[in-house]
């Protein structure tokens, strides 16, 4: 059996905008450039799509999943590229200890096994070195982008989701 290939997103600050106050409603949504042309990059080139996001504000009562899932919607929308799946984490980890939220690896692991995935020509893009951890424990290669939180990594750096796909992920 053929497994897939995937590239692996977290939500906030690679596909939108990130806000202090979190990102649960839809006019508050705002998808960065490139990020459309991007998925779509991907797409054509044989990679499955997954959002993997920690949204704590559920755990914290700011939000409800419901909320997230509308954002969700609406990035599907406005991007008009099919992501195959958004797995959230609900959980804080000052409140709830949980494998689900990163870096935690549980919605990998569960992912990798649901979708045949092929973890060593998959790829894991995010904005915190967290969101890299549980992914280069499987085996699946990191990318940070438009990292302001001085944080290292081994992993490779680009300047977002664009400069990621072109500079490693699509190079010919």
Same mark, same amino acid.
């Given at each position: 059996?053929?497994?897939? %290939? ?18 649960? %409603? ?21 990679? !499955? ?33 099919? !992501? ?25 692991? %569960? ?5 045949? !995935? ?22 699946? %290669? ?31």
């Amino acid at each position: 059996m053929i497994k897939n %290939k995937c590239v692996f997103l977290d939500r906030d600050g690679v596909l939108n905008n990130d806000r202090v106050d979190y990102v649960y %409603k839809v006019e508050d949504l705002v998808v960065k450039n490139g990020v459309a042309e991007s998925l779509r990059r991907l797409v054509d080139n044989g990679f !499955i799509l997954i959002v993997i996001t920690n949204q704590s504000g559920i755990d914290k009562g700011i939000f409800t999943e419901n909320d997230v899932n509308l954002v969700h919607n609406e990035i599907q929308n406005r991007t008009g590229v099919h !992501i195959l799946t958004f797995y959230f984490s609900p959980f804080h980890r000052t409140l709830t200890n949980s494998l689900s939220s990163k870096p935690g690896s549980l919605l990998f692991e %569960k992912a990798i096994a649901k979708y045949n !995935i092929d973890v060593f020509q998959s790829w894991m893009i995010g904005d915190r070195f967290r969101d890299l951890i549980p992914a280069e424990k499987l085996g699946i %290669k990191g990318i940070l982008v438009e990292n302001d939180y001085n944080e290292t990594s081994e992993s490779y750096y680009a300047a977002n989701l664009l400069d990621a796909v072109n500079k490693y992920i699509l190079v010919k």
